[in-house]
């Protein structure tokens, strides 16, 4: 789905991310890749093929737009080095013409030498293009004259059926203040919104992006 945003054109799509034509930028947001590894380790029964779940799907999109920059805001590591991360580390070697921007969230706590060996270039508390500030946690957001994209919630929204079915979504908010951006990684809570007459969301259905 396509919207425009304080001016610009951004494409919303399907696999949770979002991306910006006129810079040439993907940006995805809670990748949590490692956490499946870190239940795992503490003996918690989760499948191993979360992670190379999340990677394909990542593969799709980047082959999909052809970015030059790949932007994960926020929460790009769940925790410490495991066979997840490990896993990533050789998978980024078939992207090595795109650049990859980390903006640190309240997981991202590797070493800045573990993040150098994979090529991924931190920023932090954000990283700024055209109208808008991308950081983990809007509100502390300083720049004011921009418009904040972050992550951090995991935003989901409840739909109610003719049959008073409830289902729950994924989704994409852009409110007054700040927008926030669904998490990635399939293996996330997601925490319930409810917008405002002057709010909007965007539902993340199996078939497509839907404005509710």
């Not at 490692?34 to 992670?51: D, N, Y």
């Not at 929204?157 to 951006?181: E, N, S």
């Amino acid at each position: 789905m396509t919207i425009n945003s304080h001016g610009e054109e951004l494409i919303l799509d399907q696999e949770r991310a979002i991306y910006l034509p006129k810079n040439k930028l993907l940006a995805i947001s809670d990748l949590h890749l490692g956490k499946s590894a870190h239940f795992r380790q503490a003996g918690v029964p989760v499948p191993a093929t979360v992670a190379q779940q999340d990677l394909s799907r990542l593969d799709a999109i980047l082959q999909k737009y052809k970015p030059n920059t790949l932007l994960i805001n926020g929460d790009m590591f769940h925790h410490g080095l495991n066979t997840d991360i490990d896993e990533f580390h050789q998978w980024r070697r078939k992207y090595q013409q795109t650049n990859f921007l980390l903006v640190k969230g309240n997981h991202d706590r590797l070493a800045n030498a573990d993040y150098a060996s994979m090529d991924i270039e931190i920023h932090e508390p954000s990283f700024c293009v055209g109208p808008f500030c991308f950081i983990h946690d809007a509100p502390k957001c300083t720049e004011e004259e921009l418009y904040p994209i972050s992550g951090h919630i995991h935003p989901g929204v409840t739909i109610v059926g003719r049959a008073k079915q409830r289902l729950k979504f994924p989704c994409f908010y852009f409110g007054k203040d700040y927008a926030v951006m669904p998490a990635f990684s399939v293996f996330t809570g997601l925490y319930n919104i409810k917008p405002k007459k002057e709010e909007q969301a965007y539902a993340v259905t199996k078939e497509s992006v839907v404005k509710i």
